[in-house]
């Protein structure tokens, strides 16, 4: 059965920096892409990063520049770098796969995904 495993949240000071990594098992990681979506107490669960297995990287207009997704196919394994978090940020942050979807529509909504993760919190103190 196939599954993706959140790892590397915390709690981190306004201005700092994090990495979060999302390890898949039991797909076909090479033609799944991967997103990371946050929900915020009290709010949606929103898109913030997707890659797909081809390397195209999508990104919500708010951590452009501070956030940056990439994988590594060999480890079956997406990350999330972000920097220069704000409290704003704060988060629970889920991975999510999509198998043989690519479309920009489809990866920054929830919907689009197959797997889901259970999340890693993310805590930005200012």
């Known amino acids: 059965q196939a599954q993706v495993v959140e790892s590397g949240g915390g709690l981190v000071q306004a201005g700092g920096s994090l990495r979060l990594s999302c390890a898949a098992a039991?797909?076909?990681?090479?033609?799944?892409?991967m997103g990371w979506f946050r929900q915020a107490p009290g709010k949606e669960r929103e898109f913030v990063a997707a890659?797909?297995?081809?390397?195209?990287?999508y990104y919500q207009d708010s951590v452009k520049g501070r956030f940056t997704i990439s994988r590594d196919n060999a480890k079956n394994t997406v990350y999330l770098r972000m920097n220069s978090l704000k409290p704003e940020d704060t988060a629970v942050y889920y991975c999510a796969g999509a198998v043989r979807i690519s479309a920009r529509m489809e990866l920054t909504t929830t919907g689009g995904y197959h797997y889901w993760g259970q999340g890693t919190q993310v805590t930005v103190s200012s």
């Open positions: 039991g797909l076909t990681f090479r033609s799944t892409s």
């Open positions: 890659i797909t297995w081809l390397g195209t990287t």
